[in-house]
């Protein structure tokens, strides 16, 4: 299956706000939980939110108060608004369908923050 594809990313000067976008294709994207990731230069991917197929959200904490994670089924679409943005949230975004075992990875979205 192909992966989630995401988009929205840009250049955002601090304390700005971005809306990430990810679309999935059929009724397991729609009815699953779908996370969202990111991975800065010469770290490794970290998770950031997660989303049930009924809309139950949870957050690292690093993130909390920060970033909104939402669903439109109708649409097939998994959003991450992230706002107060800060050079440290600089990195390629991702989001996936889990368990993300055995599954591809779309290319991301860039999202880079200025001072």
């Known amino acids: 299956q192909a992966p989630p594809v995401e988009s929205g990313g840009g250049l955002v000067q601090a304390g700005g706000s971005l809306t990430l976008s990810c679309t999935g294709s059929g009724s397991i994207f729609r009815t699953s939980v779908v996370a969202w990731y990111r991975q800065a230069p010469g770290k490794q991917r970290e998770g950031l939110a997660t989303i049930t197929g009924l809309g139950a959200t949870n957050y690292e904490d690093f993130v909390k108060g920060r970033f909104t994670i939402s669903r439109d089924s109708a649409k097939n679409t998994v959003y991450l608004q992230m706002n107060n943005l800060k050079p440290e949230d600089t990195a390629v975004y991702y989001c996936?369908?889990?368990?993300?075992?055995?599954?591809?990875w779309g290319q991301g979205t860039q999202v880079t923050v200025s001072s």
């Open positions: 996936n369908i889990l368990p993300v075992r055995g599954r591809s």
